[in-house]
């Protein structure tokens, strides 16, 4: 198998041994000559070194390069490699190589030089060549190409064992730092092998239910591995991130819990010392009050006081302005003293230093003065001497310096106070004052310029003094005034003190005020600072409890993932382990298998070898989050979780991703989801003629599709597939290709895509990609048909729910997001979270966005809840819709020309949904809407059906709806078409008229639960037949049973009103096999699941579908082989554009098509402009693709008045794209009688037909007959070989060409008795006989001919075809197409009786019962392998169990003592020992087949196609073809229709052969169990000429057999296989040992009674009396003509009839009506009945 790694271990090989590699071009021939040929020269010249060749099946792409490898490995030459002159070239150059090797002692021609190189050749090169012996092609080849195997070491890679992948996995995962045990190691092993192994046997179990090839190799199983090794070490970093961040963040949080303690301890101290302040600050504001009160109080009274003071300063002001304009004559005098005071500076002031000691007496003296004007106190008075000058002295007042004036002088202030007196206090100095100074003035006056010399400071102070004496003088007048000024200023100053003390009293209250309230501020300060620090407490911890409390399910969830860290870290291993072969293993099956492997192989090994898992662990959200899922809906993916899960398995495939996608789905996702593919289409065929395309894209990092992929791969995607793990890993990767580097972006994402359902994907290729089963499933399909319906209806509803949707998924992607950001915030914060307010703030924040998330999330629920309840309502018509798409999928596993696409599908419900009748009311709405959807699609695919699929699309559509409905269940659907034959236990009813098949499907009738039944329906119905038998009976034989009454349980069925029609359809299933498509076709019509109309639909005209057709959507006609639409096809042409169209057959050689084509569309004239017919496509295959691309390309111009007409047999290479593009029609003529004569008037026959012969009363007449003759032939054929032998290909050409005929033999319509003996000629032998192969056939045809061709016909008054019924010529004057139609659709019945063909009534039992056969094979075929699949066990495993148990038990033992026999020579005994030896060789490969059989099943041979075939024919009861025909198709054993049917008459054979063999003679003859009967016949009559005849001298062609069938008075019939016995049982008289007797044979549409030959009465198939066989001479009268009393039946081997099958003829007589009779009945003999039905 490919992916095994045997391409890896030759070049391991092969660099061990040191060889050289060298690379062959195998893609074509002239590539591989070119290779070769250098090869050839380096290894025969002086280059010749060991060199390896590996090659692969995917390398070599031409087939001629096998044949080339074959020649080279058988005798070293490839031929017409080397050329002549290459040749001489070669030996020339290496003649010297040659000499040196042989040393001269050998040959030197050039014979044997060229032999030599050859022989350097072969011994230096060494090929390699890797192929699968799993494909088809491996065999073939084996037969085709011998010496590849004959002349090779064949190394057979067989399926690596459990110990081998474990030993793998261990290395690799051994390379893995896993955070495990070290016995976790063995136990992954151990689980991944186990899992490869049994996704292995999986996909064996998966190909025998659903027919679908899955291959798993070991580079899927290194995937695997690698896969789990990525997702292993993604997961791991973001595990150590959480683990970080959630040990980081639950710290945190036990650090807040701990300081949220600590704060409630400090808010309560806090708010202990808010208390206090607030007392303090309350009382203080209470005497803030009262200070306030008394400052008030005192304010007020200050500012009256001020009033007072300010008006009595002005009344003294306005005086001393008075006194002051007086006083300007005293100014002088006290401007000096001022001038004098104002002299005083610090400077002059230093003189007191000097003056201290008082040594002067003029300091004394002036001293004194200034005592007395500042009325200071003085000494007391006395005199004493003082000196003028030296020596002068005089008496005077005694001073009182040393008591007084000296602390005046030194009085700091001193010259302040004088200035002060000067300025303010000048009034006060009063006359005593004066008289008190003025001694000392006339005494100081005197010494005044001496003084200003001694000191300026005294000077000074003596001008002050005198200033103000003399001042006083001059103002002495005022005094009075002044006094009263002085006591105004007096009484001022009073005031004035006493103001100012109120002002400071005043000012001391402000301050005290001031003061309080500066304490108050503060205090009050105090306190807000307390409060806000006991409410930022308070707030902190109300936010960090709310916070802490919020928090809590998050902590307990941190808390238990912390505590579960280490086996989080285990279940890991086998989370991934589990995703890991989900991605890796699961994609190429349904979601069943998907579902099953997980849980039965994947979950159950991961327990069983104790490897841990997350309980309950659901894939999906695993691989991919919601948000993620939500953008995949927003590009357009389908909702289900089919959709979801194909999704996840893309995006994280482990190599690029092959999309088995029949519906598009896929495609048209990606082509969204990645924006560079929008409107791009890069199919396979333009990736292999253009492959640089895909380097481009490499190279730009861009993303690639590929559709319509094929498993011949060009070279470059081979080169990408191989890259490592399938994918690019994240670094530069080149690829050689084209003698160049292709750089590849890390970015370059690739896809594949098929439209193929079911492709079969070659390991080789599978390997290299990861298929995904992307096949649309219902739920997908429903989802997109009630979205399609909401948006046509109620867009709204839609647009909101589609908002919903993603406020849903926002809001959850938001909460998970909030999850990761609160452990995110708390993990990043620095310090603790007490100290972080602005954290606390933000975690708030983000839980507050939690909570409206949260909320908003219930109402988006809500809100989705309500919209989805109206989009309920239309749920019924997107079942429909869905019930008829897979229906029509379903036919399409029939025939491969049925498909489909969906965008055909979805166009036709689209157009249904626009055109559907509007209502009041939506439930007459939807009835509406799944009404025309069911019209519209099934008439679109009706027409494309031929006649015999009709009725199984009806029946599966029928199915489908109550399906979807959920009404019936795939259980119910399983049964009935199986019924009882999967039963392992067989009934006998008691009764012979109930058969035991029959009995075993009632049987199981009876224990089959329908629907939701909880108690089967029919569980008593065996003791209701047994009760009441008779009404069963009639049930039994009745012709139409499914319209009749059904005993017992006919009112409870129409009780039942869903299940009642299916019900109905089961039960005659089973009792009335033969009727099941009639009972079909009731319940199709049941109103319950379409309807009345549906049981006979119409066929749409050839011209409703033009009028659906476009200029740009070709119309595809299918042929049947009884029709060609070319005529019509010309005809519509003719009407529409008055031209005939272009007919171009397709076929060998005509290559231009596609310009022929381009031609016609959009000619330059338009005049030109005509329709293409392009007949026979499928010859031409390979060109349809260009011929499509005219209409889907871009850049062609089409003209709107252009068709394009295809016909086209089927054919399974058919162009997928075609099929689902173009309308397709089949030509296929509908059933019966009275459609096949509507449909001859309408394209035969028309009106200028019936009027081209003169009498045209007559000629109707004649036109009439012929066409219902051409009818009854093409009915009579739907019969079987009781119909003809062969279903002969009569066509409308064949009437064409009679009419045509029979209008030139007699123009005037006039028909004598030798024109109607012409005419019958013509067309029973030559035209209609000549088709014909079998004679027996044309007595058939020759008897309707007698009926037909007659004047009786141009009878005016109407014909009676057929007598005694109402198939007539039409009575009419004037001949009417329309007319005749009119009266053969009103008159004749819709299905004619078999009597009309001359048939028994049985005859159409027998062809029911095959028709029946026919749609239950045709479905099990058809329908999912899932709703018919049989038995659980294997295909292998079934046949195995019955080889072993039943087939290996019935072969008898082989045959002996026959040789003995053949030396008497005796015709009869020749042919005896004829037959054992054909018997012996048929036993013996039997025997071998079955041991091949065996020994390839247990897998230790090869499974050829041939033992693949014979497993499967045995599986399915049937006979290995290669048993009973040889390699060229010729028959060598016997044909049976089952396998136990075979045997049973092997074992017969080998009886009567073994008998004989010990026996001279047998008494009885079974004549149908030679190998050739003929040849017993034969030998018998030259036995009997030999013995009797020969004597005489006659010849032996004189004599002759004379067959006769014993009266049933005459001999008893013979059952068995009893020979002795039969001889006992002959009587004397019947003991002539000149005639044998035979026995065995049966006959068929007729019974022998003593009278002769007479109608059946209930068997077709009645066995036939014993007949003896007598030689006579031959008469002499010719071959009796037609007709003839007697009836010559004719004898054939098989029920096939034909005459290769006919072995002669016996006569009967007629015991009614006449030959004619029995022959239009069909009547013949047989040997077997295997084939009847």
Not at 809 to 820: P, T, V, W
Not at 1539 to 1565: I, V
Not at 1678 to 1684: A, H, I, L, N
Request: one cysteine or more; proline letters at 4%; hydrophobic letters at 35%.
């Amino acid at each position: 198998m490919g992916g095994s790694g045997k391409k890896s271990l030759a070049n391991l090989a092969a660099y061990i041994e040191k060889q050289r590699f060298e690379q062959v071009n195998t893609t074509s021939n002239d590539g591989f000559f070119e290779d070769m040929r250098e090869l050839y020269k380096k290894l025969a010249g002086s280059e010749a070194a060991p060199t390896t060749i590996i090659l692969t099946e995917n390398d070599i792409k031409a087939e001629v390069v096998y044949e080339h490898l074959n020649s080279f490995l058988a005798t070293g030459e490839i031929i017409g490699l080397i050329t002549k002159d290459e040749k001489e070239k070669l030996l020339l150059n290496n003649k010297d190589i040659f000499a040196k090797e042989s040393a001269g002692g050998e040959d030197q021609s050039k014979r044997a030089v060229y032999r030599y190189l050859i022989t350097r050749v072969r011994d230096n090169i060494h090929i390699v060549l890797s192929m699968s012996s799993n494909l088809a092609q491996f065999a073939q080849k084996y037969r085709k190409f011998p010496s590849i195997f004959s002349k090779c070491n064949i190394v057979w890679f067989l399926p690596w064992s459990e110990d081998a992948l474990a030993s793998v996995a261990h290395g690799v995962f051994s390379s893995f730092r896993l955070h495990c045990p070290s016995s976790f190691i063995d136990r992954l092993s151990n689980h991944a092998a186990a899992v490869h192994l049994g996704v292995q046997q999986e996909s064996v179990k998966y190909y025998e239910k659903m027919k679908r090839y899955v291959y798993n190799t070991p580079r899927t199983y290194l995937s695997f591995i690698n896969k789990f090794g990525e997702e292993y070490a993604k997961r791991v970093v973001e595990q150590q991130e959480y683990e970080t961040k959630i040990r980081i963040g639950l710290d945190k949080m036990n650090e807040a819990v701990v300081g949220l303690n600590k704060m409630k301890e400090e808010t309560n101290k806090e708010a202990y010392k808010q208390a206090e302040i607030k007392a303090r600050v309350e009382a203080l504001l209470q005497q803030l009050s009262e200070y306030q009160t008394i400052t008030a109080r005192e304010t007020a009274k200050v500012e009256r006081d001020t009033e007072e003071c300010n008006a009595l300063e002005e009344s003294i002001k306005k005086e001393q302005e008075k006194v002051d304009a007086d006083l300007v004559k005293a100014l002088p005098a006290l401007n000096d003293a001022t001038k004098a005071a104002n002299a005083l500076t610090p400077h002059v002031m230093n003189d007191v230093k000097s003056l201290q000691k008082g040594t002067l007496d003029v300091t004394r003296l002036i001293t004194d003065c200034l005592l007395i004007l500042l009325r200071k106190p003085v000494s007391s008075v006395g005199w004493t001497d003082y000196e003028r000058a030296k020596g002068d002295k005089y008496p005077f007042i005694k001073d009182s310096f040393e008591d007084q004036g000296r602390p005046l002088l030194t009085s700091p202030n001193l010259a302040k106070r004088l200035q002060d007196l000067v300025t303010y206090e000048k009034d006060t100095i009063n006359d005593e004052t004066c008289e008190l100074l003025e001694p000392y003035l006339n005494l100081a006056r005197l010494h005044g310029d001496q003084i200003a010399k001694a000191s300026p400071m005294l000077h000074h102070f003596l001008e002050i003094v005198n200033g103000l004496y003399n001042y006083h003088n001059s103002s002495r007048h005022l005094k009075g005034r002044l006094i009263q000024l002085t006591k105004q200023r007096e009484i001022f100053n009073i005031e004035k003190a006493m103001l100012n003390n109120a002002v400071a009293n005043l000012e001391d209250h402000k301050k005290r005020l001031e003061e309080q309230r500066a304490e108050y501020i503060a205090q009050n300060t105090e306190k807000e600072a307390i409060n806000q620090h006991v409410k930022n407490l308070t707030s902190r911890q109300a936010n960090l409890n709310k916070l802490i409390n919020e928090l809590q399910e998050d902590n307990k969830r941190w808390e238990d993932d912390a505590s579960q860290l280490e086996q989080k870290k285990l279940r890991t291993i086998g989370d991934i382990c589990l995703a890991a072969a989900f991605m890796n293993y699961c994609g190429p099956f349904n979601h069943e298998y998907r579902k099953d492997l997980c849980k039965h192989l994947f979950k159950t090994d991961l327990e069983a070898k104790g490897l841990p898992t997350t309980p309950g662990l659901d894939l999906i959200p695993f691989l991919a989050d919601k948000g993620t899922i939500n953008q995949w809906r927003i590009e357009g993916l389908p909702t289900d979780f089919t959709s979801i899960e194909n999704a996840v398995l893309v995006t994280s495939a482990p190599r690029f991703p092959l999309l088995i996608d029949p519906q598009g789905e896929a495609v048209a996702w990606i082509k969204t989801r990645e924006k560079n593919l929008e409107g791009k289409c890069n199919d396979m065929a333009r990736l292999i003629e253009d492959p640089s395309v895909l380097a481009r894209y490499m190279e730009a990092g861009e993303t690639y599709l590929i559709e319509n992929m094929d498993t011949k791969l060009p070279p470059l995607l081979e080169q990408v597939l191989d890259a490592p793990c399938g994918k690019f890993v994240k670094r530069a990767t080149r690829i050689f290709y084209n003698n160049s580097d292709t750089k590849v972006d890390e970015n370059f994402m690739l896809y594949m895509a098929t439209k193929l359902s079911n492709p079969h994907i070659a390991p080789e290729l599978a390997s290299r990609v990861c298929i995904i089963d992307f096949t649309m499933s219902q739920d997908a399909l429903e989802f997109i048909l009630l979205s399609k319906i909401i948006t046509k209806e109620q867009r709204s509803v839609e647009e909101q729910l589609s908002v919903q949707l993603n406020n849903i998924s926002l809001h959850k992607a938001l909460l998970k997001d909030i999850g990761k950001s609160v452990l995110t915030t708390i993990a990043g914060t620095e310090g603790s979270l007490l100290e972080s307010e602005q954290v606390v703030e933000e975690l708030n924040k983000q839980k507050k966005k939690a909570t409206e998330a949260t909320l908003k999330l219930k109402e988006a629920k809500e809100r989705k809840r309500d919209l989805r309840k109206k989009r309920e309502l239309y749920r019924g018509v997107a079942r429909r819709g869905t019930a008829l798409y897979f229906a029509t999928q379903d036919v399409m596993n029939v025939n491969w020309m049925y498909n489909t696409s969906i965008q055909q599908f979805m166009k036709i419900f689209e157009n249904a949904l626009a055109a559907a009748k509007k209502a009041s009311t939506i439930k007459e709405r939807t009835k509406n809407l799944s009404n025309l959807i069911t019209e519209m699609i099934f008439r679109y695919i009706n027409r494309t059906l031929f006649t015999c699929d009709k009725a199984l699309f009806a029946l599966s559509l029928g199915l489908r709806i109550k399906l979807v409905e959920g009404i019936i269940k795939p259980e119910d659907i399983r049964f009935f078409t199986r019924a009882g034959a999967v039963s392992e236990e067989r009934y006998k009813y008691p009764q012979s008229w109930l058969d035991e098949q029959t009995a075993t499907n009632l049987k199981a009738l009876s224990k089959h639960k329908f629907g939701n039944e909880t108690t089967a329906f029919f569980k008593d119905i065996l003791e209701k037949i047994q009760n009441n038998e008779e009404p069963w009976k009639v049930m039994r034989t009745d012709i139409n049973p499914e319209a009749k009454y059904i005993p017992e349980y006919n009112e409870k069925l129409a009780a039942e009103k869903e299940l009642g029609s299916f019900m109905t359809l089961c039960l005659l299933r089973c009792i009335r096999e033969d009727r099941t498509v009639m009972a079909a076709q009731r319940f199709v019509a049941d109103p319950s699941v379409l309807g009345p109309k549906y049981e006979s639909p119409a066929a749409d005209s050839l011209e409703e579908v033009y009028a659906e057709s476009s200029s740009r959507l070709p119309i595809l006609c299918l042929l049947s082989g009884t029709y060609d639409p070319t005529a019509a096809i010309e005809e519509l042409c003719r009407k529409k554009l008055k031209k005939v169209p272009i007919k171009i057959t397709m076929g060998e050689g005509l290559e231009n098509v596609k310009s022929m084509i381009e031609a016609a569309m959009a000619p330059a004239n338009i005049n030109m402009l005509t329709w293409v017919i392009l007949q026979n496509c499928h010859f031409g295959l390979k060109q349809l693709g260009g011929v499509l691309d005219l209409f889907t390309g871009k850049g062609y111009n089409v003209r709107d008045e252009f068709r394009l007409f295809m016909t086209t047999e089927t054919s399974s290479d058919f162009p997928l794209n075609v099929l689902h593009y173009a309308i397709k029609v089949n030509s296929d003529p509908p059933k019966g009688l009275q459609a096949g004569m509507l449909r001859t008037f309408t394209q035969v026959v028309n009106q200028d037909r019936l009027e081209k012969v003169d009498a045209v009363d007559r000629w109707k007449n004649v036109v009439f007959a012929m066409c219902f003759l051409h009818n009854i032939l093409l009915e009579r054929r739907k019969y079987g070989s009781i119909g003809f032998s062969h279903p002969y290909d009569f066509n409308n050409a064949d009437l064409d060409t009679t009419l045509t005929y029979l209008e030139k033999l007699s123009p005037s319509g006039n028909f004598e008795e030798s024109k109607w003996k012409m005419a019958k000629f013509m067309v029973c032998e030559v035209q209609y006989g000549g088709k014909m192969s079998d004679e027996r056939d044309r007595e058939i045809l020759n008897s309707y001919g007698d009926d037909f061709f007659k004047s009786e016909i141009l009878r005016p008054d109407g014909y009676e075809l057929i007598p005694k019924s109402k198939y007539m010529i039409p009575r009419m004057d004037v001949p009417d197409v329309v007319k005749i139609k009119d009266d053969i659709s009103k008159n004749w019945p819709s299905q004619e009786d078999p009597s009309v063909f001359g048939l028994s009534n049985l005859a159409d039992k027998a062809y029911r019962a095959r028709e029946s056969k026919d749609l239950l094979s045709l479905l099990i075929e058809a329908l999912p392998r899932e709703y018919v699949a049989g038995p659980e066990k294997s295909r292998e495993e079934e046949t195995r169990e019955r080889l072993e148990k039943d087939i290996k038990q019935k072969l008898p033992p082989p045959l002996k003592n026959v040789e003995k026999r053949e030396k008497k020579m005796t015709p009869i005994f020749m042919f005896l020992a004829q037959e054992v030896r054909r018997f012996q060789n048929i036993h013996v490969t039997i025997a071998k087949a079955i041991q091949e059989i065996t020994l390839a099943i247990d897998g230790q041979i090869l499974m050829t196609p041939e033992i693949e075939d014979a497993i499967q024919s045995l599986y399915n009861g049937k006979v290995p073809r290669s048993w009973m025909y040889d390699a060229l198709g010729a028959e060598w054993s016997w044909i049976s229709q089952s396998s136990a049917g075979w045997f049973k008459e092997l074992n017969q054979r080998h009886s009567q052969l073994n008998t004989w063999s010990r026996n001279d003679r047998l008494g009885s003859y079974w004549l149908g169990g030679f190998f050739n009967p003929k040849g017993f016949l034969f030998a018998f009559k030259q036995e009997d000429y030999r013995k009797n005849r020969m004597k005489d001298g006659s010849t032996l062609d004189k004599y002759e057999l004379v067959p006769e069938v014993l009266p049933l008075q005459q001999w008893t019939e013979v059952d068995k296989f009893d020979y002795k016995a039969t001889q006992g049982k002959r009587k004397d008289k019947d003991k002539d040992e000149s005639g044998i007797l035979v026995h065995g044979m049966y006959i068929e549409g007729a019974i022998c009674v003593a009278k002769g030959l007479d109608d059946c009465k209930n068997e077709i198939l009645n066995q036939l009396q014993i007949v003896r066989i007598t030689v006579d001479e031959k008469s002499d009268n010719p071959k009796p003509s037609y007709p003839t009393k007697a009836y010559y039946c004719p004898v054939y081997r098989y029920a096939s009839r034909g005459d290769n099958n006919l072995i002669m003829k016996i006569k009967l007589e007629p015991a009614i009506r006449d030959a004619d009779y029995f022959r239009k009945k069909g009547v013949a003999i047989l040997c077997s009945k295997e084939y009847v039905v």
